[in-house]
């Protein structure tokens, strides 16, 4: 009875002991960068392609001026919107790529935990090459960059780890002498008890 009361109650649901917020917050961030680097890289190459296509054909009154600049932003729009609709989902899939191995190697416990991000940026980058079917030499510079890149964000963990405990080491000392310090009474020079009229 209690789990039915639960479960049709009114409250919201907390899901972050299940499902830690950088796994959703990486891929879409990914996802985000990747429309707008895409957006940026199809716009200017539908430019290149339309001035390309038209050099030899360049238009010749005020209306086909207006029809040519009319007709090359809407496929400047249309190639960055395709564009950007691809990176963005390649973008998206290898962080989400990217955060599965990270859980898959939390959750095997240590000594898996210290070297996930490094797991991570190897597993990646293995994927990556077997996706796209690079050769043995570049498929060996893409795990490199992938170790590098998953060694540095461990280290950038292990920095804040470190530097987490080092102020709450420093915040549990400086507690005692607070408590000393606030118990002791001012020292009292004989003017406290004189009345304001005597000199």
Not at 27 to 45: D, M, T
Not at 93 to 110: K, M, N, Q, S, Y
């Amino acid at each position: 009875m209690s789990t039915n009361d639960e479960v049709r109650s009114n409250e919201p649901y907390d899901v972050t002991p299940i499902v830690q917020s950088r796994y959703f917050v990486l891929p879409a961030s990914a996802a985000f960068i990747g429309v707008f680097i895409g957006a940026v890289r199809g716009s200017r190459l539908a430019s290149l392609r339309f001035l390309a296509e038209n050099a030899h054909r360049p238009p010749k009154t005020i209306r086909g001026w207006y029809l040519y600049n009319k007709t090359k932003n809407y496929r400047r729009m249309a190639a960055g919107l395709k564009s950007g609709g691809k990176d963005a989902t390649k973008l998206g899939v290898t962080a989400f790529v990217w955060v599965g191995i990270e859980d898959v190697l939390e959750r095997c416990g240590p000594p898996w935990v210290d070297v996930k991000e490094l797991g991570a940026g190897v597993g990646t980058a293995g994927v990556f090459s077997i996706v796209y079917r690079l050769p043995w030499r570049t498929g060996s510079r893409a795990l490199l960059l992938g170790s590098l890149i998953g060694g540095g964000m461990g280290f950038l963990r292990w920095a804040r780890e470190y530097l987490r405990k080092t102020v709450e080491a420093r915040g549990n000392q400086d507690e005692p002498e607070m408590e000393v310090t606030g118990g002791q009474d001012l020292p009292d020079d004989g003017r406290s008890s004189a009345s304001p009229g005597r000199k």
